[in-house]
């Protein structure tokens, strides 16, 4: 079952004395149950947008939508109490303290107090939870949004740009807490973010979007593939010249480097390991060089964007 | 951060939530709301004591001294109306209207010559309820705007359509529970009025006894002020929320308040029933209000004047012409939240 199912939407926003600006263009996604699930594109391309159309906030002009399998925005009194949210900044009263905030959104939602302290002591804001929310730092912010998202114990927690104003450290520690929550295999999580790496490291699936339409989507492992370059760079040492003339022998295209030679077009690495050892040179480094997501993002938004 | 724990808790369709409780949470919270009210309640004490400063319960003496002078203007009064009957220099048939009617001296009250009067119930705890409605209705207006424009300015409104997402719930809670504090502000501010009115009647009153009718006639207009205080908050939570500010909800009201009804009284003699000023006290005052409505320029060879007509606008006709403005402002708003994107 996908816990997000997006199918053919489209939005465009209407603003007096310009064109319509498209923000949707039949735009597909979903996400399946129980894991995390990367939501990238670049500025504008319909990510927030989306979102806040999964949550009700926008109305899009035609598509359909369904979270946690049931219709939206028709059902979504039904299931808003399985979905927590972060979208963007996190909206709360600047002079209320962080627990009174907290304590504000349980009440809407009859969650306990005791729910209240333990998602403060999972974002390790309990000591702090009395402070007013208008002198948190960004990164005490953005945690306390987090904090609130979780209040609900969501099936499906949607996060857009989680990490945003967090140190390094806050930034590992919520990562750490998307991969436990992602792990317990009753959460699901949808991350948007601009940080490939993140959506890398974190990240079980991923869909790029760009100008409101989908791009790719899959396994990130996946995803990653489509962008392999098929580079393999080659280290034997004593022995360069000789291995240039040997690889160069069996068909394949070099580039220099600096103590390596860089092989291009290599379906299977084996082959060079195979093709030395012919000829008894022996290898001290054989590196596939594998495409990052960034490399991938750019690739596939290039055109779009 | 620690590893997020789970364990039973209420599944979400079984959690009892009360968006009404919370929403009555975060406007007695809201610290603006606070000071307010505060300064409110403070200004109400300062003018108390001033109150108390205006009455005074004459001694004898001061009694014996009004009253003397009371019958000197009378003698006065009845003096010149004789000699002047008597001036030959005024034709007899103008006498009559030349020097006035015989005197009434039930137009001559002790109290007006006395410096400070006593505290007298049937006149002074109707006005004085009156200032309270027109206060609070205005205090009302401020919190009522601040109220939804707070959770506009913070965004915090969206928030909570995380949370609940029926939007007419959402507006519809939010409306009640402003009218609910217009209403307790009215209550408030009408029962403080009279108790400090018992108080100055017992310090610094008039012993006289109350007409038969008087204290229905004053729980009547006591109660028509607490439905101004509801108007007034609701005027102030309609307007910012249609226009998601509450600066800029009160920058309106003091456009209209200041230059629209000021603009309209002069130029637009006839609008004065249906301006907002008029139509609430038409709603509060005992019997309606009472308007004079400029009519047309006569001339019949001896100069021209203009013809004013009374016009009486009833508390039903004040009350009516509010709720018309108020149900198409909170429509307005509630039809926009519903249909507008929200970001």
Known sequence: MAVVEVTGAHKSYHRRGKPPQKALDGLDLSVGAHRVHGFLGPNGSGKTTTIRALLGLVRVDSGSMRLLDRPVPEDLPDVIGSVGALVESPLFFPNFSGRRNLRLLAGVAGVSRDRVEECLEIVGLRDRGEDKFKGYSLGMKQRLGIAAALLKEPTLLVLDEPSNGLDPAGIREVRELIKQLGSDGQTTVLLSSHLLSEVQQVCDDVTIIARGKLVATGAVADVLATGSTGDVRVMVPGHQQAAYDVLMAAGFTLTALADAWLVHGVTEPSTITRALAAHDLYLSELSPISADLESVFLDLTAEEV | ?343
Not at chain 2, 30 to 58: C, D, M, N, W
Not at chain 2, 189 to 196: K, S
Not at chain 2, 234 to 262: H, Q
Not at chain 2, 284 to 292: A, H, K, M, P, T
């Open chain 2, 1 to 343: 951060m620690t590893a997020p724990p789970r364990h039973a808790v209420a599944e979400p369709e079984t959690r009892n939530g009360s968006l009404f409780r919370t929403e009555i949470a975060r406007l007695r919270a809201r610290r603006f709301i606070q000071l307010l009210v505060g300064l409110a309640l403070i200004g109400f004490v300062v003018l108390s004591i001033v109150a108390f400063t205006q009455f005074s319960e004459p001694t004898p003496d001061v009694l014996a001294d009004a009253q003397a002078r009371l019958e000197q203007d009378i003698a006065l009064s009845e003096q010149f109306r004789e000699q002047c009957l008597a001036d030959e220099s005024i034709p007899e048939e103008e006498r009559e209207f030349a020097c006035g009617p015989p005197l009434d001296e039930q137009g001559f009250v002790v109290e007006n010559y006395i410096d400070k009067r006593p505290f007298t119930l049937t006149d002074d705890l109707p006005a004085g309820s009156l200032g309270v409605a027109a206060a609070t209705a205005m205090l009302g207006f401020v919190i009522g705007a601040t109220y939804v424009g707070a959770e506009w300015s913070t965004r915090s409104i969206v928030a909570l359509l995380f949370w609940e997402t029926r939007r007419l719930k959402v507006i519809g809670v939010k409306t009640g529970v402003a009218v609910l504090a217009g209403a307790a502000l009215g209550v408030v501010g009408q029962l403080l009025w009279l108790g400090a009115s018992h108080v100055l009647v017992r310090t610094r009153g008039s012993t006289t006894a109350v007409p038969d009718g008087f204290w229905s006639d004053f729980s009547g207009q006591a109660g028509r002020g607490v439905l101004l205080a509801v108007v007034g908050t609701l005027f102030g939570f309609g307007l910012a929320n249609l226009v998601r500010n509450t600066g800029a909800a009160l920058g309106v009201g003091f456009a209209y308040f200041a230059i629209v009804e000021s603009a309209l009284r002069g130029f637009v003699p006839k609008s004065q029933p249906f301006l907002v000023s008029e139509s609430a006290g038409a709603l509060v005052e005992d019997g309606g209000l009472s308007l004079f409505v400029e009519g047309p320029t006569v001339d019949q060879g001896t100069g021209s004047f203009t013809e004013f007509t009374e016009m009486i606008v009833s508390n039903v006709r004040g009350g009516l012409t509010l709720a018309a403005y108020l149900l198409v402002l909170l429509a307005a708003g509630t039809w926009l939240f519903r249909r507008r994107d929200l970001h």
